[in-house]
């Protein structure tokens, strides 16, 4: 436990409180409108001085203020308050407590300024999961209020490369307008070819037909499918039972959903998807998504032509999976709050209100057995392949807490760890305590079981399991520097170091897979580094390597083209361009991680993949495909789950059918706008939550003159011209209009339901 102050504290019970899940802003929090204690959070700006950057948050506690303390969720930074008075104790990483003397009954309101390092991102970095902690040692839900963050909180995001000003905005704005309209068979993700049969014929409202033909196999082409539509009939033929489905879904959702009613010319449509894996990982370890908001998404990635979802269901942060023969994974690994210590349950992470058993919200819950067959089924029958990752041997916090709680109750067959190791680390999410040990048989009867217990779930729901995904990612350095065992075994097995250490874990995870008939997938890290030998005896058991990184050092050889050379089936998972977790933009209140950079439907259709991988010659392996990727740090509700992935997916799903070159940036961003966007607006109001992200209008100033533009045609501009934040019943803009106050020109872009941030054009 680190203490800012000399000062120690002791941490106490939990509560048994419900809270309610509200979103204030673009920017959802755990709140109880009606809880007696209110939490006011900002940001007094940041700056830069002799030390580096640093920005001061203030939080300002009202109401009940006879607190024992405050806890809260905010990503791991060095800081400390202000007031000498007060402590901050950092619980885990991620996971503060503050206590103050100054805590006390009938004080109309406590403040804390706290000197935080580096300089605030955006809203996402802004805390969550406040809760007070009462003095008989229990949590409770408090009302939290934060205050929209605008450009002038942000010093230092007028010095970031990829800043949009309000003039650069209206430029990109205006060079994606074409007088180019989409035909009725101009879709995302294209057809590979349209031939209208040239005989006036139409065909309204079409039976779909599948036919299933293995003669219709064309060499090279194993997903092509062909769809005629004529007599009255779609007829969707193919060799490929699931490249039939992908395509009857995709012409479903893009061309019969939106036609309905509508006359449709006779045509034959060749629909053949380059890449065997279109895949999608989605994170509900780090935040939960419920198994219904999962078959949705389900449902979004087959009409967008996706066939393979990546599940990330276990990670530091949760265990979201039930595995029948090891209950605590899920009994303490899928609990989160605020405790003594984590035998019962994790520590709180991310947001909450403190209580373990609140299942509002994103905080706690995991898909059972049953759950997980039914989403099986679902996926099934959308021609989708679910991949479970196991996340190992780091990144595996909530598994060594989970059986460190079996071992407490009496069997320490599957600790993950061992008593005694003295490692010192700190992994790529600030944590020191998240790595198994490969040199405890344990640890292979702990992935065995799991592994067996996934492998009965897809039996009983008849569905094939592709692989199982081991993770093989971030091991901190120094994980296992402490451990004698570890040691011991290094030396009795001739292992140098513990590169070589991870590489026999790696291995040894492969045999055993391979026992089951089952290949291993894993991030970059299982193909990178290990010499040919390795290289020879792994990559044939190997189903796929998500390489994410695209940092080339002192001239290094790309890391997707390293993973190819060596004979690996790779995935292209480059985070510049398929990381949906990344914001759309640097705007203060874009919600989104900013490390890679940041993601939209543009960067997403711009992911080439003979860019992201450029091999000149033969290589033992291949590009298999791409994969979107969308952790969950910053994820609250479905909502903003279908914030983050459309219109990315549109751009994501053309590039994963077509490697090369197809539409123009302005042909893909019309078809967009009239036909991508109405159709989603018309399924989220059907699903009852969700909308689609909108770019922001730009706004140029001509002498005193301003003049607005959409990043889409349709739907309207509002602005205010008076500081204001504009709302849906601000001012319409139709026509430049000439400025007369001094104060700053504030714009948004309104669509439906759906809003965009705010454009700022300073006086």
């Not at 436990?1 to 509560?15: A, D, E, H, N, P």
Request: hydrophobic share 35%; charged share 20%.
């Amino acid at each position: 436990m680190k203490i800012f102050k000399s000062t120690q504290i002791l941490l106490f019970g939990v509560s048994i409180s419900i809270a309610t899940f509200s979103v204030r802003g673009e920017q959802p929090f755990f709140t109880t409108p009606d809880a007696p204690t209110t939490v006011k959070w900002q940001s007094l700006g940041d700056n830069e001085d002799s030390d580096g950057w640093h920005y001061v948050q203030r939080i300002t506690v009202s109401g009940k203020t006879g607190l024992k303390g405050l806890a809260f969720n905010q990503f791991a930074r060095k800081m400390k308050l202000m007031n000498e008075v007060d402590t901050l104790t950092e619980i885990i990483p991620g996971y503060y407590l503050i206590t103050s003397p100054r805590f006390i009954d009938g004080v109309d309101s406590v403040v804390f300024d706290l000197d935080t390092r580096g300089f605030l991102v955006n809203c996402s970095y802004a805390p969550d999961g406040f809760h007070a902690i009462m003095h008989d040692n229990t949590a409770s839900p408090v009302r939290y209020e934060k205050v929209l963050l605008t450009d002038t909180d942000l010093h230092h995001a007028f010095h970031l490369p990829k800043y949009k000003t309000a003039a650069d905005i209206y430029k990109f704005n205006e060079s994606l307008t074409t007088d180019w309209t989409p035909g009725v068979y101009d879709i995302l993700p294209s057809f590979s070819s349209i031939t209208l049969l040239n005989n006036n014929k139409t065909v309204i409202n079409p039976e779909i037909v599948e036919i299933l033909d293995p003669t219709l196999a064309v060499n090279g082409h194993p997903n092509l499918v062909t769809i005629t539509v004529q007599d009255g009939k779609a007829q969707v033929a193919g060799a490929n039972e699931k490249a039939v489905k992908s395509a009857r879904n995709v012409f479903n959702a893009k061309v019969l959903n939106v036609n309905t009613g509508k006359p449709l010319p006779e045509a034959v449509l060749v629909y053949n998807p380059q890449f065997e894996w279109r895949g999608f990982m989605l994170d509900i370890a780090r935040n939960y998504q419920t198994p219904q908001t999962v078959m949705d998404l389900l449902d979004i990635m087959a009409e967008n032509g996706l066939n393979k979802l990546h599940f990330h269901a276990v990670d530091d942060e949760a265990w979201r999976l039930e595995i029948p023969s090891l209950p605590e994974l899920t009994a303490v690994g899928s609990r989160r709050g605020w405790g003594t210590d984590e035998s019962d349950h994790l520590y709180q992470i991310f947001t909450g209100d403190g209580n373990p058993d609140n299942l509002k919200g994103s905080s706690n819950g995991y898909f059972t057995r049953e759950d997980f067959i039914r989403v099986l089924q679902h996926a099934k029958q959308l021609g989708i392949d679910v991949l479970p990752e196991i996340e190992s041997p780091g990144h595996a916090r909530a598994a060594i807490k989970a059986m460190e709680a079996r071992a407490k109750a009496g069997d320490s067959s599957y600790r993950l760890i061992h008593d005694n190791d003295t490692s010192k680390y700190t992994s790529a999410q600030s944590f020191h305590d998240n790595v198994m040990n490969p040199a405890l048989e344990s640890t292979y009867k702990f992935m065995e079981t799991v592994i067996d217990d996934i492998i009965a779930m897809y039996k009983d729901a008849d569905v094939e399991l592709i692989g199982i995904h081991i993770g093989g990612d971030e091991v901190a350095r120094g994980g296992w520097n402490g451990s004698e065992v570890a040691k011991n075994f290094m030396a009795e097995n001739g292992l140098k170091d513990q590169h070589e250490f991870h590489a026999y874990f790696i291995k040894r995870m492969a045999k055993i897979l391979q026992e089951r008939n089952l290949p291993m997938f894993g991030w970059q890290e299982i193909a990178l580094d290990h010499g040919s030998d390795y290289d020879s005896e792994i990559a044939p058991l190997v189903g796929g390597v998500n390489c994410w990184s695209t940092i080339v050092k002192n001239g290094q050889i790309p890391v997707p083209v390293r993973s190819v050379m060596g004979g690996y089936p790779t995935i292209l998972s480059n985070v510049e361009h398929f990381y949906f977790d990344l914001s759309y933009s640097p705007h203060p209140e874009e919600p989104g991680l900013t490390w890679g950079g940041h993601t939209n439907e543009f960067t997403a259709f711009s992911g080439y993949a003979d860019k992201l991988c450029p091999v000149t010659e033969e290589t033992p392996g291949k590009v298999i495909g791409i994969n979107a990727q969308l952790f969950a740090e910053t994820m609250r509700n479905p909502e903003q789950l279908m914030l983050y992935i459309t219109p990315k997916i549109f751009g994501f799903a053309e590039r994963a059918a077509h490697p090369d070159s197809t539409y123009t940036m302005q042909e893909f961003n019309s078809i967009i706008a009239s036909k991508e966007l109405p159709a989603l607006e018309n399924k989220y109001n059907k699903m009852g939550y969700g909308k689609a992200h909108m770019n922001q209008p730009g706004i140029i100033r001509v002498s005193d003159v301003v003049y607005m533009n959409a990043p889409y045609p349709g739907g309207e501009i509002r602005y205010t011209d008076d500081g204001t934040e504009p709302t849906k019943d601000s001012k319409l803009y139709t026509e430049p209009f000439t400025v007369t106050t001094d104060k700053d020109i504030r714009a948004k872009y309104f669509r439906n339901n759906a809003a965009s941030q705010t454009t700022y054009l300073s006086r």
